[in-house]
């Protein structure tokens, strides 16, 4: 099994910075795509980032483009996602995903491993 626990969420202003972190841990050999989601209330959950392979590939949802970068250190086994020029509409509970395949479709269902989730605030 494989483990993610994110950090790193919090409440923060309009025009704002954080960056969020998840840890991976137990069997994380072979793990090829990480990515981040989130959910915000009565809402599905959505692709926001993900990082490929050695961190050579990234792919960003169209609202959060410009303005988040994922990154990914592959001797922690840890992936980030700094985010910037934060607007309220970005509030959601972010969730950190890993699988070992890539299937070409960012669609949460694709991902096998999950953490539990860290609360993004934006205030206007």
């Known amino acids: 099994q494989v483990q993610l626990v994110e950090s790193g969420g919090g409440l923060v202003q309009a025009g704002g910075s954080l960056r969020l972190s998840c840890a991976a841990s137990?069997?994380?050999?072979?793990?090829?795509?990480m990515g981040w989601f989130r959910q915000a209330p009565g809402k599905e959950r959505e692709f926001v980032a993900a990082i490929r392979g050695s961190g050579s590939s990234t792919d960003y949802a169209n609202p959060v483009k410009g303005r988040f970068t994922i990154s990914r250190d592959n001797a922690k086994n840890t992936v980030y996602l700094q985010m910037n020029s934060l607007k309220p509409e970005d509030t959601a509970v972010y969730y950190c995903?890993?699988?070992?395949?890539?299937?070409?479709?960012?669609?949460?269902?694709?991902?096998?491993?999950w953490g539990q989730g860290t609360q993004v605030t934006v205030s206007s």
């Open positions: 137990g069997r994380t050999f072979g793990i090829y795509v």
């Open positions: 995903a890993a699988d070992r395949d890539y299937t070409g479709s960012y669609h949460y269902r694709t991902f096998a491993y």
